[in-house]
């Protein structure tokens, strides 16, 4: 009885799979590459989201803490006074205002602006139109500080906003 032959390798039927399995390997690697750089891009763009929103609450504090230490707390029509010389664009909405400063003398309101919109350490797309202050006097004396920017791929400003009441 003969045995069954094993079967014989043609070795011409395995020529070239070698390099296809490289050439598997080298696309499976080459899209992870890929997926490691725009992961890379996505945390780029939200750290620096991330920077311009803490800028934007560092100068809503600047200029709050400025308010509160320059109020006049003599009497509360002298209080009502003095915060209505910080009121800054009273008028518009969605970071489109207008109105400008309502008491010129105010020098801390300008000085503010400007450093917002700084080209070199202010935000990045802010203008002075964009920044409103508004003041509500009376039993609350209501006082909201709108800071907005725009980045060169947003289509609408950002915006952060910080309310307190002034005593």
């Known amino acids: 009885m003969n045995a ?6 043609n070795p ?5 799979v ?20 725009g ?8 750290s620096a989201d991330a920077k311009n929103r803490a ?4 100068f809503a504090n600047r200029i709050i803490s400025e308010i509160w230490m320059s109020i006049d707390r003599t009497s509360d029509g002298s209080i009502a006074t003095s915060l209505n010389t910080f009121a800054l664009n009273t008028t518009g909405t969605d ?7 309502a008491d010129a003398t105010n020098t801390g309101v300008a000085a503010w602006v400007s ?26 004396n209501l006082v909201t500080v709108t800071v907005c920017w725009r980045t060169p791929q947003d289509l609408r400003a950002r915006r952060h906003q910080v309310m307190t009441n002034v005593f």
């Open 4 to 9: 069954p032959m094993p079967p014989v390798c």
């Open 12 to 16: 011409q039927r395995q020529s070239g």
């Open 18 to 37: 070698m390099l296809i399995e490289a050439l598997i390997g080298l696309l499976i690697f080459s899209i992870g590459i890929l997926a490691m750089i």
């Open 39 to 46: 992961m890379q891009a996505t945390a780029f763009s939200a």
């Open 55 to 58: 800028d934007a609450a560092a």
């Open 95 to 101: 970071c489109a205002f207008s109105g400008g400063q």
């Open 115 to 140: 450093a917002v919109t700084d080209t070199t350490t202010g935000l990045l797309g802010a203008t002075a139109n964009m920044q409103q202050i508004s003041v509500a006097t009376g039993s609350q």
